[in-house]
Nanobody, 125 residues
Framework: VQLQASGGGLVQAGGSLRLSCAASGRTFSTYAMGWFRQAPGKEREFVAAISWSGGKTYYADSVKGRFTISRDNAKNTVYLQMNSLRPEDTAVYYC???????????????????WGQGTQVTVSS
């Protein structure tokens, strides 16, 4: 599978962005998906994940209440709506696909694959 993330950019604190991640392949709907981010000098960290059906979502405490993950299986796309952005949200955001079909989403990056090139999000204060 190939994943293409887009939608990043420069935004002021308090602003919003919507990230998209388009996936190739015909079995997108059978895999949980996740968003992770990596700031300079830091390790990749979990942001949000969604089950293969879209019925369950998971968030890091740092983004809970501000970010919303969703998916459109007909379009092979997963989204991350980011509101009330803060300077500490600045990072490259990556989407990943769960290694195994029909497995539950997790917050562990080792359970995901096919990160793609990521999309830069910069939040100015």
């Amino acid at each position: 599978v190939q994943l293409q993330a887009s939608g990043g950019g420069l935004v002021q604190a308090g602003g919003s962005l919507r990230l998209s991640c388009a996936a190739s392949g015909r079995t997108f709907s059978t895999y949980a998906m996740g968003w992770f981010r990596q700031a300079p000098g830091k390790e990749r960290e979990f942001v949000a994940a969604i089950s293969w059906s879209g019925g369950k979502t998971y968030y890091a405490d740092s983004v809970k209440g501000r970010f919303t993950i969703s998916r459109d299986n007909a379009k092979n796309t997963v989204y991350l709506q980011m509101n009330s952005l803060r300077p500490e949200d600045t990072a490259v955001y990556y989407c990943g696909q769960r290694l195994n079909a029909y497995y539950a989403a997790t917050s562990n990056s080792a359970d995901f694959r096919s990160w793609g090139q990521g999309t830069q999000v910069t939040v100015s204060s």
